[in-house]
């Protein structure tokens, strides 16, 4: 049996060649990620990338929610005091002496998940409260803060707010304009502060200041949302899944660092809690349909990039997957009709010759490829990009030296196919470091290279 494995090598090496390799994004999407130091997260562990002055963590809330998804190709060009302006030109000036490019050179146009975080360094935000604090050393219980920002009730933040607006929009539509089938969020600021009273000395801010602070951020908060809804874009509210973890709570109850931080965080910024609160809020976000009617939201089509790139929208924007036990339940030999019996959720796309379903935790996907076109036709290959469904601890995502460890007798097939061992009927590519997709196949199909060369065409398609 394995010498008509091998036979078919040439064949499989050519469907390779035709187009299977896009799925190694298709696998898991395109994802790219712009923002201020509330996006990049600055001195959360740990701190990669480059520039480094940028401040970016590999625990920010983009990367939880690539890692959530299972998204294949991450982009993460987020920089510490970014402006809107930085997204068209570079920004300078960084602590270290270094240079971000403009974030817009991040953009792809086979992105299919672009998030965006900015606007409060245009408003000058993070300057207000630091201002804020300085007063309020002397002045504990009284009103300085909104007496130097709003005096005589002209409040000069509450200005810069809204000459955000247009800049906000811009982002926007530039988002748009550059990566055309993107699914594109807008993520907002969380609630740092407390609901009522203070915590001086340890945040220096009186009753008052903090009512005014927090009072802009709902303020910043509103205006970017009205932004996303005219600019075909998904909001992100993370100010409701983080109230009563301010900067006035103890640790581990705290996920936000006040004037002296605690923990591993900026000043003033969420810490690597803050960061899995906002990440819990966007996969929520992305977990349900688009808000937006607008053609641009990533759940159309992507060109000639195969049926899996563009499902892998399609299931960030689905409710109905199939979790663990749903895939159980689609095995090797099962009929269309007990498929549609037994499998409690409806596929993604249902054809003849194949039905492909939307899995729990992201974009992942599962398809069963049918032996013909009629009723009586039996599923013979299954196949997932799905993270956390796998074999002996390997998965799609998992790393190359995982799946060495674990199979040290794989039957190699060439352009980075392999069987698990020769006797086994599950099927590993692996590329690029990493497994990309594990199938299952039946004997039947493994006998004969032209019907293995077949149903993997058509689930990859």
Known sequence: MAHSRLRGLAVLTLLIALGVAGSARA?????????????????????????????????????????????????????????TKHMTEPQTGLPAGGTNPPQFNGLRADATLVTVGIGGNDAGLVGVAEKCAQLGVTDPMGTSCRDYWAPGGNDQVAAKIEATKPKIAAVLQGIHQRSPKARVTIVGYPDVLPDSGNCYPMVPLSPDDIRYIDALIVRINTMIAGQAAANDADFVDTYADSGGHDVCKLPPERWFEGVVPTEPAYPLHPNGKGEASMARSAIAVLSRPR??????????????????????????????????????????????????RRVPVAPLQRKRQAFRYCVNGGAGQLTAVFSGRSRRARTELVLTTAPRYGRRHVHTGSRAAAFRRAFPNRLRLGSGLFFASPRSHVLFWVIKGRVRFIAVVSRRVQRHPRRFTRDLRVALR
Request: some cysteine; overall charge positive; proline content about 4%.
């Open 27 to 83: 696998a898991g999407g395109v994802y790219v990620a712009l923002g201020d130091s509330y996006t990049s997260a600055p001195l959360v562990p740990n701190q990669h990338g480059e520039p480094i002055d940028c401040g970016r963590s590999d625990h920010n809330y983009p990367s939880l929610v690539a890692k959530a998804f299972g998204l294949g190709t991450f982009v993460d060009v987020s920089c510490g005091s970014a402006e």
């Open 291 to 340: 808000s937006g009617s607008g053609g641009t939201g990533g759940t159309g089509g992507t060109g000639g990039t195969g049926g899996l790139v563009r499902g892998q929208a399609q299931c960030l924007a689905r409710r109905a997957r199939i979790g663990r036990r749903g895939v159980g339940r689609i095995v090797l030999g099962s009929t269309r009709r007990r498929l549609l």
